[in-house]
């Protein structure tokens, strides 16, 4: 099963992880990198470096694509070369996504969906993802609500927003920590990019610890944003059911279920 950590170093990063790696604007991709690009080899794993600027050694085994150029989708690509990996002999695919805003043309749902749809890629497949992104081309705020939806991170795990939202098997994700004011936005914003492509969200909620009313106002409001689809939520326990309930929320008009 897997479970959120945070590897001290890119030598630790497993099959089926999705690791968040912030840099400084001074740092080179490649130079922080390179155990992640290097272990390719280690392990048998085919690399796809995924950047506008990569520069990679002759020596060095790696397919290297351009965002800005792919004609399709990101999720294609690596499902395309995770399925040439397997049929090529390789372990797995090993990723290193390397997020601008030029690929990734600024748009925050754009970029949460695409997040999301590596984070179940890296899942289902048992890939390594790493997506590098460098702090001083962001927005703060943007930055968070990316990182909540990473179980791995480089380092430090960050204080705020203090929830993780990631795969857990083909029919759901799980939420863990904390979602309390500070995260809300950052919840409500990926539950709707979820709602958005499909009916049903399954959320698991055995790790979840706190749910506050701006947690429970961000949950509501997206789901009537999108009244047509519904949001699950499973193995909530009695506090949460009933602050739900004494908070208003438990009305028909808001497609969300709560269950043990």
């Known amino acids: 099963m897997r479970a959120t950590r945070a590897v001290e170093t890119l030598d630790e990063v ?26 390719g080899a280690l392990f048998g794993d085919k690399v796809l470096i995924v950047s506008p600027s990569a520069q ?22 690596v499902r395309r070369e995770a399925a040439s990996a397997e049929s090529e002999g390789y372990r797995t695919l090993r990723v290193l996504n390397h997020v601008t805003g030029e690929a990734a043309g600024g748009d925050e749902e754009r970029l949460l969906r695409s997040e999301l749809e590596l984070e179940e890629f890296a899942a289902d497949s048992g890939a390594s993802v790493v997506c590098a992104y460098q702090r001083g081309h962001w927005d703060a705020a943007l930055l968070d609500k990316l990182r909540c939806v ?26 863990k920590g904390i979602v309390d004011t500070d995260g809300a936005v950052a919840f409500g914003a990926i539950l709707l990019t979820l709602l958005r492509q499909t009916t049903t969200v399954r959320l698991r909620c055995q790790s979840l610890d706190f749910f506050d009313a701006a947690g429970m106002s961000a949950l509501a409001d997206a789901a009537r944003a999108l009244p047509d689809r519904k949001i699950v939520l499973e193995g909530t326990n009695e506090t949460v059911r009933l602050a739900w309930k004494l908070s208003g929320f438990a009305d028909p008009s808001i497609p969300v279920v709560m269950t043990t």
């Open 14 to 39: 497993d099959v089926g992880d999705h690791v968040c790696q912030l840099l400084d604007v001074t740092d080179d991709l490649m130079v922080r990198s390179r155990a992640f690009v290097a272990d």
């Open 56 to 77: 990679v050694t002759t020596d060095a085994v790696a397919l290297v694509l351009d965002p800005t150029r792919l004609e399709e989708s990101l999720l294609a690509v």
């Open 150 to 175: 990473h179980p791995h991170h480089l380092g430090s795990r960050p204080k705020s927003p203090s929830f993780q939202l990631y795969r857990a098997g083909k029919g759901g994700w799980t939420v």
